[in-house]
């Protein structure tokens, strides 16, 4: 169904709140799928033999692979196409794909079925971000892009919560079969509730009906220094977030002695409390401050990131669980303060018919970079000093990633120089 056919402007604005809604649910449901295999690493790892190094692969690099590649194709389609009919298929294969990774016996059928839930993850996040922008104006961008990232704290603790419990209560097998089919139940409901609105419809110039080939996108992005600087720093920033979000849960049953259900608990309320926090904070600063100092998209990130980090050796060196806790939630939220002003400034550096593919390149440069290797860099670190720390080692890979937030901050601190020429008039 092509987009020339949208509903007037007026019963977009009716369903404004349920569409937001419904769109956290579903990027909910896609980080519970991404995420719950973090706390079923540790019964994993124990029933099919694994080391952390296939661990990291399993859980980064089998995701990433069609994940990134095919998430450009995908969101050309959307730039062109129904978003809403590309993000049912795309939330019916990854719940598939998940239900699928409870039948896995050995190392590599587990490492297909996650290639598979990649492939279905494609063409869940890129047209959410173009739709969301044809459904709030400019000054809204920032926190409406939070509010659909709140998808990722949430799904990350249910995930995390739910895995530990069906793992401790019945089988990892079945946290798997339960959020897969779950999923393939909210696809039918996101389709026939969810209205596609006309694209550009609170930008000064509309989209033109012929949408650009790559080949213009890709000319346009070149010229575009801001770009660039934000996708390789978010991709360096979510090496230390995604390999975080995995591998905290086995640190706290490795270092801390928790069983498997009490480290779920305990982390999930780590992220949602930090995570829900942290990402309405840089939507509301991002709106603030960045709407009329566009540098500001890139600053404030850059400066939770290096505040973010002594933080983190505090709270991963502490003897003390209760004080792990409690400092662990300030770079928890310090972490997630990027989305929302960095989706919208990208949002903003090109025409709206490029919104789908560039959000899509810069998916496939932040995730291919940070899934594909942060999990597993960590997981790879950690075995290598196994043998002189034991059980500690993730302890001390988890420490060196924090150089990642470095690297990124250095990045944005460089893109804020470019935004306000690079931004789209």
Do not use: C
């Not at 019963?11 to 980080?31: H, Q, S």
């Not at 850059?302 to 004080?323: D, E, G, K, N, R």
Request: charged content about 10%.
């Amino acid at each position: 169904m092509s987009d020339t056919t949208a509903r007037p402007p007026h019963d977009v604005e009716v369903n404004r709140a349920y569409v937001l809604f419904i769109l956290v649910v579903v990027y909910t449901f896609n980080f519970i799928d991404r995420q719950i295999v973090g706390i079923l690493a540790v019964p994993i790892k124990a029933d099919l033999g694994l080391s952390d190094t296939q661990l990291g692969l399993m859980g980064g690099l089998a995701f990433a692979l069609f994940y990134t590649g095919l998430g450009i194709p995908v969101a050309m389609l959307a730039d062109r196409f129904s978003r809403t009919w590309i993000m049912t298929a795309a939330l019916t294969i990854w719940s598939a794909m998940t239900a699928a990774s409870g039948l896995a016996t050995n190392f590599w059928q587990l490492f297909a079925a996650r290639l598979g839930v990649g492939v279905g993850e494609a063409g869940g996040v890129a047209p959410a971000y173009s739709l969301i922008t044809d459904y709030f104006p400019p000054d809204q961008r920032a926190r409406a892009l939070s509010v659909y990232s709140f998808g990722i704290p949430i799904g990350s603790a249910i995930g995390i919560v739910f895995g530990g419990i069906i793992a401790s209560l019945i089988n990892w097998r079945y946290a798997f079969f339960i959020v897969g089919l779950a999923g393939i139940v909210l696809a039918p409901i996101f389709r026939l509730t969810i209205k596609e609105p006309p694209r550009g419809r609170f930008d000064r110039e509309r989209a033109i009906q012929a949408a650009p080939r790559l080949k213009e996108i890709l000319s346009t992005l070149l010229h575009k220094p801001s770009f660039w600087l934000l996708s390789f720093g978010a991709s360096f920033s979510s090496m230390m977030g995604y390999g975080v979000f995995f591998w905290l849960p086995s640190f706290f049953v490795r270092s801390y002695d928790l069983t498997l259900l009490n480290a779920s608990l305990f982390y999930g309320a780590v992220l949602l409390i930090g995570g829900l926090a942290g990402i309405w904070a840089g939507g509301w600063l991002g709106d603030r401050f960045g709407h009329k100092n566009h540098a500001q998209y890139a600053k404030i990130p850059a400066f939770a990131f290096l505040i973010s980090i002594p933080f983190y050796v505090l709270a991963i060196l502490s003897p003390t669980l209760t004080v792990t806790f409690f400092v662990l939630l300030v770079p928890t939220a310090l972490g997630l303060v990027w989305l929302g002003p960095v989706i919208s400034a990208i949002q903003h550096v090109v025409r709206p018919d490029m919104r789908a593919t560039a959000s899509a390149i810069f998916l496939f440069i932040n995730n291919l970079i940070g899934i594909g290797l942060g999990t597993y860099a960590i997981g790879a670190l950690s075995d290598a000093l196994a043998t002189q720390f034991g059980d500690d080692s993730l302890r001390y890979s988890i420490l060196a990633g924090t150089g990642f937030y470095i690297i990124a901050s250095i990045f944005f601190f460089q893109a804020a120089r470019w935004l306000k020429k690079d931004w789209e008039k």
